[in-house]
């Protein structure tokens, strides 16, 4: 830079202005989540928008994920045939295997939903009174029935919905939509996590992982108090001028080593710009999750200052200002250890009304907002969770104190806003709520709608690897459900 003189900046190493400067390794860390190892080509304007592959409206998504396994015997799946099997075994059924069909063969007793399901709005859905609130937004929502996924555990089953893979290291859904369309933001990450204050869901930062993807796309977790991301706010006493100085000094020094380092030049050219992203945030971030300017009239409809619905409330404000604000992609988890997540092997009784009153205010609220401010239009929203459960039994003990096991064919999703036929559904589990009755939905059959609706094709959406071409659909490739598509 001019203003050094020359003896200081042959005194001065890239090293040691790391380990002396305000940012520190903090800025170092925060860069590293940020971005990594980026091929060159990739490097220059790596976030900059992209135009969609398909004709749709959405611009931004919305994914929440109810870590555990939701029941979709009390949620959303109706079946009352369920009552005249009330203490009884089921018979062995076609077209499932592994647990689940070992779980048919062993003793077990059908145990129905314990709360009454009601027709909702014009489409006549029948919901669970455990939502009444979502209920009254029964037409903006399309729903999928019977989804597989590959596996019958929680680790796994995650991964699979959030990634396409049941094991860890592929890229996640978020990952692969900023890499297909950008980011219209770019002082504010293109993919941002809202955790659950109380845990992560099964697999942590895997769920959100770029995978094989630059490490750019991978999301960025924010929290939605105090510091929104960590090593981000300058030490005491340090101004915005001071931290720009020395940015330029370290991109600088970057650029300098990055002369003398053919082979690491993409790398260097990744950080450069991390760094700078990094800078921005520290202005746009902590505004993000100031809600100070929201109305008194804002914070009753999502709840905030509710016992049960102000941690998930915050949650889904915080989705709807980064959508304002036009982020790409965010990811919201519900469900904490233990019994705050919807894994209910035992106390449904108890613990299904407790899930349901945590999220039914503050989803509404969401849907509602966004339909208001006139961008759910153009924002796609999803309700996930990793797998079903079975309709009848398990654990011992007590009758009222038991719960249900897993299920990988029963999944439940819906979707609204964005190009998404509200009132319509597609898929059918059989009278029991197990299984698919007809047509298997497969995981990838989803991620392939998803894919399709914020304007991407999944046969299209492709990344080499190594010389192998990747998508999230796997190579075996999926069917869009057009169904649910206006």
Not at 13 to 25: A, I, V, W
Not at 194 to 219: M, R, V
Not at 256 to 271: G, N, T, W
Not at 332 to 348: A, F, I, M, Q, V
């Amino acid at each position: 830079m001019s203003m050094m003189p020359n003896g200081a900046r042959r005194a001065l190493s890239r090293r040691h202005f790391l380990g002396h400067s305000f940012n520190g390794l903090g800025m170092i860390a925060l860069a590293d989540m940020l971005a990594d190892d980026l091929k060159a080509s990739e490097t220059s304007g790596i976030m900059t928008p992209r135009p969609h592959q398909l004709p749709r409206k959405a611009k931004h998504c919305i994914f929440m994920f109810m870590q555990g396994g939701v029941s979709q015997i009390d949620t959303f799946d109706y079946k009352p045939q369920l009552e005249k099997y009330v203490g009884r075994q089921l018979p062995v059924l076609p077209g499932v295997s592994g647990e689940i069909a070992a779980f048919l063969k062993n003793h077990h007793a059908v145990f129905p939903t314990l709360w009454p399901f009601r027709k909702a709005g014009q489409s006549g859905r029948p919901i669970s009174s455990l939502f009444p609130r979502i209920s009254a937004c029964a037409d903006d929502l399309a729903f999928i029935f019977g989804i597989k996924v590959d596996d019958n555990n929680h680790g796994p089953a995650t991964f699979h919905i959030n990634t396409g893979d049941v094991f860890p290291g592929a890229a996640s859904v978020g990952s692969w939509i900023t890499y297909g369309l950008g980011s219209p933001n770019q002082d504010l990450p293109g993919y941002v996590v809202i955790q659950d204050p109380k845990g992560a869901p099964n697999g942590g930062p895997d769920s959100w992982s770029s995978g094989y993807l630059p490490a750019a796309y991978q999301g960025t977790p924010i929290r939605a108090t105090g510091t929104p991301i960590l090593y981000m706010d300058p030490p005491a006493g340090v101004d915005r001028q001071v931290m720009r100085t020395e940015f330029d000094l370290l991109k600088w020094l970057n650029q300098q080593h990055k002369s003398q380092r053919i082979d690491i030049a993409s790398e260097l050219d990744a950080r450069i710009s991390a760094y700078e992203l990094a800078f921005r945030m520290q202005t746009k971030a902590p505004e993000v999750v100031d809600l100070s300017t929201e109305s008194a009239a804002t914070r009753e409809l999502y709840g905030l200052d509710g016992q049960s619905t102000a941690t998930f409330g915050r949650q889904c404000l915080l989705a709807r200002r980064l959508v304002e604000r036009g982020v790409r992609f965010t990811m919201l988890t519900h469900g904490g250890p233990g019994t705050g997540r919807w894994d209910d092997h035992g106390d449904t009784r108890a613990r299904m009304p407790r899930h349901a009153a945590e999220v039914d205010q503050p989803v509404a609220a969401l849907l509602q907002d966004l339909k208001q401010r006139g961008l759910l239009g153009e924002t796609l929203v999803v309700w996930a969770s990793e797998m079903g459960r079975t309709p009848f039994l398990s654990g011992g003990g007590e009758y009222e104190k038991l719960g249900r096991d897993h299920n990988q064919y029963g999944l439940v999703m819906w979707m609204a806003g964005g190009d998404v036929k509200g009132g319509s559904s597609v898929g059918e589990t059989d009278e029991f709520g197990i299984a698919a009755l007809d047509r298997t939905i497969h995981a990838r059959d989803v991620h392939a709608t998803i894919l399709n609706l914020m304007g991407l094709d999944s046969e299209r959406l492709t990344y080499v690897q190594s010389d192998v071409s990747r998508r999230l659909t796997t190579e075996t490739g999926a069917d869009v459900l057009t169904e649910i598509i206006a």
